[in-house]
Each structure stands twice: as C-alpha cells, then as structure tokens.
C-alpha cells in the first residue's frame, strides 16, 4: 500500500529542509493519489491500464487499496484526489456530504459465491443467490465474510437482507453462531481463509479469476441478476480539501471513461477470460 497523502507531504516537507536536496518541488509533481477497492488492486486490473494513462499522460497513479468504506473515508480525509469503488448507495452518500464533485460510472462485473468442492450446503450449480444464502444459514455451513465495510461487504449484507437474514442484528443478539465468521480484511484474505477452513465466501468475479490459492475452493452460484457489481469513480471536491489536484485526477477520470480508457479495460484478461466489462456510455449505471 502506497503511503497516504500526510505522509507524502510530511516527506517532501522535510525533503526541503535540505538545501542540496535535487528532489522537485511539491507543486511540479505530476501524481495523484486514488483510494480504490481491493479488488481493482488484487484482479490485477491496475497493473494493466496505469502504465498505459502514464504513457499517454505523463501522470503517475499512487493507488490507496482498500474496502470501499474505507476508501471513502480515506477520501473524505482528503488523502486522495480520486476515489474508483463499487457500492453505489456509499458513493451516492460521499456526493450528498459535499466530499465528491460527480459520480461517473466506469465499468461492472458480477459477484459469484465461491465454496468447497465437498459442498456442505448442497447448494453448487444453483443460480439463486438467496436460496444459496438461506440454505447455508440453515444447515449452519461455514462462511466466510469480509467484514470490512468493502462494496464486496456491502453487497453480502444486502443479499442477506433479501434472504430475510439480518446479520448485524443476529451477531448483536448473539443468536448467529459459529459458522458465521467476518474476519475484517480483503478479499484475497477472505479467500484465503475459506480455502483453508472449506467455506464458503462471496467473490467478486476479478479477483476470483486472479486467486492463486485455490485449494478446493470452486464457484458453486453463479448468474443471478442480483449479482451485479457496478464500479464508480469520482473527484473528490477540492472546494473540501485543496490539496487535492483536481486538473490531474479529472484527467485520470477523462481517460477512465474515454474509448481509449474503456478499451484498456476491456482488454485485461486471465487466460483469455475478460474480468471487467465497460459501460461508461449507460447513464444509469
């Protein structure tokens, strides 16, 4: 994780405490920092189209990866000037606080629900997302959550919802139980956890296609219209922080959403398996 924006200004503060220092000022720095999910991070995605923006653009990208919440409270911190998540309802509220200049859709993927290849639930080749949930919740099978506030997390408490389960409101009551577990870290780690303890776990598509660390882990739902994963990206509001380099992230956002921009991540593919698909021309995404 690249250091936050305090930390870059503390360093070039002190960079010009010395007089022989040949280090550039502050102001000629052609960077900009973006807080991201983990998942544009752990699919890979930015390792294929940052160099391409820095080609084109001189422009280099400093990416912040975290669950979305997180990612939102890093940018309304003002240690961003581009905020790239995916939970629509979180970005729609960043834009009401006054911390986002305008919310522009770049592009989607779905989630899938990964689980072992014993399949405890009894649930693998359905397409019914909230009947998987249920079912698993029912036969007590061991799932894994994120728990971190990320879109992946936001999305996995709202499906839960849809299956008439609140889980907040069952770990309050302490009527949940063990096979429930949030462990409060990303989705590689959420992945990670349920390939060593056969459980099940919510995915986000990209990041699934990239994981290494298989083990018996396999998707068993998949297709489900509710599924859907929507990405947004967003400036964050420099009348709120002005350090934040609007004419720099608003390229960044430009190129995101330009042909150039969505054909860069059209291309990114896993043997031959296109992660994210674009659609920053739909205006209700």
Known sequence: MYPTRRLLLALAGFAALAPLSPAPALAQDKSIVVASTTST????????ILPLFKQKTGIDVKVVAQGTGQALD???RGDADVVFVHAKSAEQKFLDEGFGVKRYPVMYNDFVLIGPKSDPAGIKGGKDIVKALTTIKEK???FISRGDRSGTHVAELNLWK????????EKESKQLGPWYRDIGQ???AALNTASA???YVLSDRGTWLSFKN???LGIVVEGDKRLFNQYGVMLVNPAKHATVKKDLGQQFIDWLISPEGQKAIA???INGEQLFYPNASDPNA
Do not use: C, E, W
Not at 41 to 48: A, E, P, R
């Open 214 to 216: 298989r083990g018996d």
């Open 140 to 142: 007590a099978a061991p």
């Open 197 to 199: 303890s056969n459980a």
């Open 186 to 188: 990303g989705m590689g």
């Open 41 to 48: 991070q752990d699919s890979g995605l930015f390792g294929h």
């Open 267 to 269: 291309d990114y593919k």
């Open 162 to 169: 849809v299956a008439g389960i609140d889980i907040a409101k």
């Open 74 to 76: 890093t940018a309304r």
